[in-house]
């Protein structure tokens, strides 16, 4: 009896311990941007609702984003942004979850140039991806994270009529960055 | 036994690879497009607009189907034609100046959103109300009792709107309506003759793709014997711009004119119209 309690007393400052030194970096006010850049109309869409989550022991990043907190500057376009093409009712986020392809050495002088390697999910859509990436130990408890990448509209089942080709660009710029907090 | 228990579950609680939860940064909100724009046919809609947009329509309405083929189906009789700009001075309320060329009317109208539909139905309709006031231009120096006076070339107009999304592809708005004309002569392109119109201006879209919607509108008059006004036409999305393109039984457009009769018989006597929406953004937010 009496090593079963010690067990669970184990057990108990295990899980304890684990949270007080593991290395587990979040943020809920990352920044997300789109550039869509069509020969007729360029614009920009921005949200600063980005979720993120390093945890660096067990090597596992995960973001998301509410896209209804995507603004691009004209409430009417957001509206059919969210009604007709990331159909956000249905669909309401974007995702990443995934790991480091190799872990970075978080040098507090230096960022590190990493690639990360995972599931990007919108519009319902799943895709495998590799996404280069950077970050920085900015100080004991703050990592810095800066990311940009191409999404095709296409790959993710979201079309573009053939009148809005020249207003809406096929291949959206997304940059996203922030500092996650321990 | 129940010891052994107790530690598998303190086990399996160790923390393991944990992603975050996914939650909305906001719940419930607004009812978003129970239009695709500020305008549907001839009519205004409940469809907001954000603070410093700026929303530009042009509208056009032409001559009878019944010239035929002759006539291109009444393109060839010209066509009336409205351009307006409306702006957000807050995201309830904004302020519009429309001129159109029948009777070379210039109108200023605001509309103010009283209560918006919500996600959650905790408020079921959304809620609008427009005033407007105009003034016809037109020269009428002909006249033996030559130009009226300014006042007797104004006329008014007020409309609730009362509209509900029932679904993501119906959505009915109802508008009680009045135009008050203060001296509708005779030389003026309206074909009642009494001063107060009172009608209710019928709207519904029904989305048949993502990005277009069949329209239909119905104003019966409620205080004439005037032909009710009918429309019926299709509403595309097209990135950014709303075109809307209908058959419509009047040439008017402005909320005065609309109420003050001039629809020919649903039919032959239909007009192809075709508006085209933009909404800019003006200012740095």
Do not use: W
Request: aromatic letters at 12%.
């Amino acid at each position: 009896m009496k090593r079963v309690f010690q067990l669970i007393i184990i057990c108990f400052i295990t899980t304890l311990a684990e949270d007080a030194f593991a290395q587990v970096y979040k943020t809920e006010k990352g920044k997300a941007e789109f550039l869509s850049k069509a020969p007729l109309n360029e614009f920009v869409g921005t949200s600063s609702n980005l979720n993120g989550l390093i945890d660096v022991d067990k090597n596992l990043v995960d973001f998301f984003i509410d896209l209804n907190t995507l603004k691009t500057g004209i409430s009417l376009r957001d509206k059919h942004m969210r009604e007709n093409y990331l159909e956000t009712k249905k669909y309401p986020f974007s995702e990443f979850t995934g790991k480091f392809k190799t872990l970075p050495k978080f040098d507090q002088k230096n960022h590190d140039e990493v690639f990360v390697v995972g599931v990007f999910k919108i519009h319902g859509v799943e895709k495998q991806v590799e996404i280069p990436a950077s970050v920085q130990k900015t100080s004991s408890n703050e990592l810095a994270f800066e990311s940009k990448f191409v999404i095709k509209l296409s790959d993710y089942k979201i079309a573009i009529p053939k009148v809005v080709f020249y207003e809406l660009a096929e291949e959206q710029e997304v940059t996203i960055s922030g500092v996650l907090k321990k | 036994m129940s010891i052994r228990i107790l530690l598998l579950i303190l086990f399996f609680t160790q923390p393991v690879a944990a992603q975050l939860e996914r939650k909305l940064a906001v719940e419930d909100g607004d009812v978003d497009l129970i239009f695709h724009a500020p305008r549907h046919i001839n009519l205004l809609t409940v469809e907001p607009m954000a603070k410093k947009d700026l929303h530009f329509a042009i509208m056009h309405t032409f001559g009878t189907l019944d010239g035929g083929i002759r006539n291109l189906y009444g393109l060839d009789n010209g066509a009336n034609i409205q351009f307006s700009f409306e702006y957000g001075i807050s995201e309830k309320f904004s302020l519009g100046v429309a001129r159109s060329g029948l009777d070379k009317f210039y109108n200023l109208y605001g509309r103010y959103h009283l209560v918006a539909q919500r996600n959650d139905d905790r408020i079921p309709v959304s809620i609008s109300l427009m005033g407007g006031a105009g003034v016809n231009t037109s020269d009428y120096s002909f006249l033996p009792a030559g130009n009226p006076e300014f006042k007797d070339r104004t006329s008014y107009a007020a409309q609730l709107m009362i509209a509900r999304k029932f679904s993501d592809r119906l959505s009915l708005q109802i508008s009680p309506s009045m135009a008050y004309f203060v001296n509708p002569l005779e030389v003026y392109q309206i074909q009642g003759d009494q001063q107060l119109f009172l009608a209710v201006g019928i709207s519904s879209k029904y989305k048949i793709t993502g990005k277009s919607s069949l329209t239909f509108q119905y104003i019966p008059n409620l205080n004439s014997d005037l032909r009710n006004n009918i429309g019926l036409g299709i509403d595309i999305e097209a990135g950014g711009h709303v075109f809307q393109m209908y058959f419509v039984t009047s040439p008017a457009l402005n909320e005065q004119y609309l109420l003050a009769g001039g629809n020919g018989v649903p039919g032959e006597e239909f007009r192809i119209g075709f508006n085209v929406n933009r909404i800019f953004a003006t200012g740095k937010r």
